[in-house]
């Protein structure tokens, strides 16, 4: 039996070791956010966090998320309130939406280890993730906005209990002018 928690519950899995973990998240716990793009690596619409790092579901089997700690678009936040879920909709990221999930999960995963990242280093931690409807501009304008959002609630302490809307920074809600 393999043991493993997701989005902080304890789960277990009793099938085939090998099995895509996309599977496991997708039919056996519901958890329908994480997407099948391409199902061998090159995409990034299944990306979930093993152990806080970006990682591909569909290439990852169950048996190598044994004992391990999975995060997925459902875990990021109770209530949509996380700076790059907030972002996103400020910005209005999504055109269909099928890649947004990936998306999300490599760019929360970006922000954690640095916390100011350049146009360079958001392409390079972003380059995995295809967008078929091109987004990528916005996606990155929002990791940006994202930064900033993060570092606003950082200095402004008094505000931190506050659910993390954009007030009280200067990004104004951004809803035309798709790219
Ligand atoms: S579905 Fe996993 S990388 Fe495309
Ligand atoms: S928003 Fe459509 S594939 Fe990215």
Known sequence: MIKL??????????????????????????????????GFGMCGACT??????????????????????????????????HPVQVAWQELDV??????????IMSACALLAKNPKPTDADIDSAMNGN??????????????????????SAATKPAKAGAKASGAGTNFAPRKSGKQ
Request: net charge positive; aromatic share 6%; glycine share 10%.
């Open 130 to 151: 295809l967008c078929r409807c091109g987004t990528y501009l916005r996606i990155r304008a929002a990791i940006h906005q994202a930064a900033e959002l993060k570092a």
């Open 94 to 103: 999504p055109q269909c939406g099928y890649c947004q999930a990936g998306q």
């Open 5 to 38: 928690k997701v989005n902080g519950k304890n789960q277990q899995f009793d099938g085939d070791p090998e099995m895509p973990l996309l599977w496991f998240l997708r039919d056996e716990l519901n958890l329908k956010g994480t997407k099948f793009g391409c």
């Open 48 to 81: 979930i966090h093993l152990n806080g790092k970006p990682t591909r579901a569909c290439l990852t089997p169950v048996s190598a998320a044994a004992n391990a700690s999975i995060t997925t678009i459902e875990g990021i936040s109770p209530d949509g309130s």
